[in-house]
């Protein structure tokens, strides 16, 4: 039987890459449904699926974060995970997808909830944008804060896996480029108030990956990077086999407490951590290429 996914806001539901990856569920927050309302259509998900994945933002309003747990806990249901990601929110609907496309495959629950934290490490997530003055969720040196105020100016920012900022105009050198992944990825690209040229000219290209998708700016964005003047990136694993074959080269476990299988060290639905350290490492980029995931240049497909 398939997982439910769930979100907390529409626009982290991109379009489908297939016919076949299906879409995911909406618990609102308390300002647009009662609670009623969200116990209602959780416990339906919970009788049509058997389990629900709930993935939201670090960023959402303390009252909706409650009400996912009030949720969780008036139903007092052990089969319902709440995973909260740190990450921009392009980044997360991209995570979002790739959990909706291994819902269907023959992953228990488990297994689907805890890949959002192994499939996070192959995501590169950034924007162009046209201002960091107001940019407090990566480091800004005081010399690129004032460059922000010289009209025209643009920078390139990454923000996962690991953070970085280049000035674009500067020379175009290994120095001035955004660190990109060293393994097959397709582009997804979000406009602001700004154009996509740099994203789709210059670093789709640097970055070799096998496709652009353009998809509406997540209504989190602008607050999160600071600025409306953006075009928000994310470059991921697209293909479902190649998202398979990664969550299935890790070791699994089950949890001591609850039962249910999973990879990584706390269970999901019921938080309890492991009891041996180092079970269910995840893999690390390095060892992408040898669990037979293809690298640059050559098919995802």
Not at 9 to 15: E, H, I, R, T, Y
Not at 250 to 277: K, M, N, Q
Request: some cysteine; hydrophobic content about 45%; overall charge negative.
């Amino acid at each position: 039987m398939p997982t439910a996914i769930a979100v907390t806001s529409a626009d982290l539901v991109l379009p489908p890459t297939d016919p076949h990856t299906p879409t995911a569920a909406l618990i609102p927050s308390p300002d647009d449904a009662p609670l009623e309302s969200a116990l209602t259509d959780v416990s339906v998900l919970l009788e049509q699926y058997g389990y629900v994945v709930a993935l939201y933002p670090a960023t959402i309003p303390v009252a909706h974060e409650r009400r996912l747990h009030t949720v969780r806990s008036v139903l007092e249901s052990n089969r319902i995970a709440l995973m909260k990601l740190d990450l921009p929110p392009l980044a997360i609907a991209v995570l979002v997808r790739q959990l909706r496309q291994l819902s269907i495959c023959d992953f228990g629950a488990g297994i689907v909830a805890s890949a959002a934290r192994l499939l996070s490490h192959y995501v590169h997530a950034g924007a162009v944008l046209h201002s960091v003055a107001r940019l407090d969720r990566v480091p800004v040196t005081l010399k690129s804060h004032a460059k922000s105020w010289v009209p025209g100016a643009q920078f390139g920012v990454l923000a996962h896996p690991a953070p970085e900022l280049v000035k674009i105009g500067a020379a175009d050198s290994p120095a001035h480029q955004l660190t990109g992944p060293d393994f097959a990825t397709r582009l997804v690209f979000a406009k602001g108030q700004a154009q996509p040229d740099w994203v789709t000219g210059t670093l789709a290209p640097q970055w070799q990956v096998q496709g652009v998708e353009e998809v509406p700016l997540p209504v989190a964005s602008t607050a999160w990077w600071g600025t409306g003047k953006l075009v928000e990136f994310a470059a991921f694993l697209p293909d479902v086999s190649i998202l398979y074959q990664l969550v299935s080269s890790v070791r699994r476990e089950e949890c001591t407490w609850c039962g249910i299988e999973l990879i990584g060290d706390v269970c999901a639905f019921c938080s309890a951590p492991l009891a041996a350290a180092g079970n269910g490492r995840h893999l690390d980029q390095g060892q992408l290429h040898h669990s037979g995931v293809p690298g640059r240049g050559t098919s995802a497909g």
